[in-house]
């Protein structure tokens, strides 16, 4: 197989489809959707067995719990995926939506109108989920999509693909709209991020490396999902139970995530309390706490955190905890070592929760609540593509919205311009 020659194709076949699907109404589109949903549940067996294809070459492999967590499709993760297709059925198509307007002394109609992005490249790793995720929320959205996932989950995004080209055939679609590179040749994403003639957006989800690697080399716009170094910060004023039990559920509930609590910080008034009874909670669970000279202090049997461990997206079982002096040097940790992904404070102080919503430069902030909602899920947004550390035109996780843009729709009467 030439590869570029089969790339060229189907970035050609994207933008031809681009033009059809951005026009489609928002029935046909739910038409879709809904057998998108239906198929999925009535290909639960199959996917399953390719799935487990996927998982023993990456046991054999030798990867991490972490990848081969991510990778794993179960029931639940299969109704889940459903589940995300269905919710975004019942949500308000964004196509064609009136920003804004207004009418000029010289009475011209002015309208901002969204519109969608048009032909859209999402790169990402092992989560097989992601493919239908993305391909649902780029459909509703009035967009094509280019799906290139992970060598790692080939088996599985095949079958979930084969789900979604029929059912866009079903609903009277163009099946071009939603198509995956279905080989794993690095060299096929090297011409996927150089295709600029007909891609309009790069979207990588994945580890640090793989978004590093897409920004250098793509001559298409990116919108960067960064990794998640998220933070809780135990305040002073905590409900200490409260704490708890947020911290639990922040590090524990779903390690391999990127909204997982990667590092706790503690106010030293109330480590001492706080820390022995958490410690014991998280290590019951297995995790592997790495600690701050003051935790060591505190907590014996741990290991001692350098400076580099707080920098890190662990994805697994560990956690770095770090006692602070106060809300200003949990703040000032978090912007230093952080990724501006998702943090939190407990404490049943109103000012100081004020202060950290304010203060922390995330793409989601919470007070007593986990970052594991960092979610578009969650959000109600339906699935979504990813949780956006950028700042321009998408953060935090992205929904329908995220992926429209908007034109000008101008209205006159014979006016010229002077």
Request: glycine content about 6%; overall charge neutral.
């Amino acid at each position: 197989m030439n590869i570029e020659n089969y790339i060229n194709q189907i970035v050609k076949n994207a933008k031809a489809a681009s033009r059809i699907i951005a026009s489609a109404n928002t029935a046909t589109k739910n038409t879709a959707l809904n057998y998108i949903a239906e198929g999925i549940i009535s290909s639960t067996a199959t996917l399953k067995a390719e799935n487990e294809k996927d998982v023993t070459a990456a046991q054999k492999a030798g990867l991490s719990e972490a990848i081969i967590d991510r990778l794993r499709l179960t029931d639940s993760r299969i109704k889940g995926m459903a589940d995300g297709v269905r919710q975004i059925i019942g949500l308000t198509d964004p196509v064609g939506q009136l920003i804004s307007g207004h009418t000029r002394p010289n009475g011209l109609q002015i309208q901002k109108v969204r519109v969608p992005i048009g032909v859209i490249v999402i790169i990402y790793e092992s989560r097989p989920n992601v493919t239908a995720d993305a391909a649902a929320l780029c459909l509703k959205a009035g967009n094509a999509v280019i799906l290139r996932g992970g060598k790692e989950s080939i088996h599985s995004n095949i079958a979930i693909n084969k789900i979604l080209t029929s059912a866009l055939e079903k609903a009277g679609l163009d099946s071009r709209c939603i198509q995956l590179i279905e080989i794993i040749e690095r060299e096929a994403i090297d011409y996927l991020l150089t295709a600029d003639q007909y891609v309009d957006v790069v979207i990588p989800r994945g580890g640090e490396a793989l978004i590093r690697a897409v920004v250098e080399k793509s001559t298409i716009p990116v919108i960067k999902h960064y990794k998640g170094v998220c933070h809780t910060y135990v305040d002073e004023f905590a409900n200490l139970r409260m704490a708890e039990e947020i911290c639990f559920n922040a590090k524990v509930q779903r390690p391999a995530t990127c909204n997982a609590m990667e590092t706790m910080l503690v106010h030293e008034k109330i480590a001492p309390i706080f820390l022995p009874e958490i410690a014991k909670k998280l290590e019951g669970a297995g995790v592997e706490i790495r600690g701050c000279k003051n935790t060591c202090k505190i907590l014996s049997n741990i290991k001692s955190a350098d400076d580099e461990d707080f920098y890190n997206e662990y994805l697994d079982l560990v956690l770095n905890i770090k006692v602070v002096n106060s809300l200003d040097d949990a703040v000032d940790h978090m912007a230093k070592y952080g990724s501006n992904h998702s943090d939190a404070i407990v404490t049943d102080n109103v000012a100081n929760a004020l202060r950290f919503t304010k203060e922390v430069d995330s793409a989601a902030v919470y007070v007593n609540a986990s970052t594991r909602f960092t979610d578009g899920y969650e959000f109600g947004m339906g699935a979504e593509i990813g949780i956006s550390t950028d700042k321009l035109h998408a953060r935090g996780p992205m929904g329908l919205e995220e992926l429209t843009s908007y034109k000008f729709v101008v209205f006159g009467n014979g006016q010229l311009r002077k």
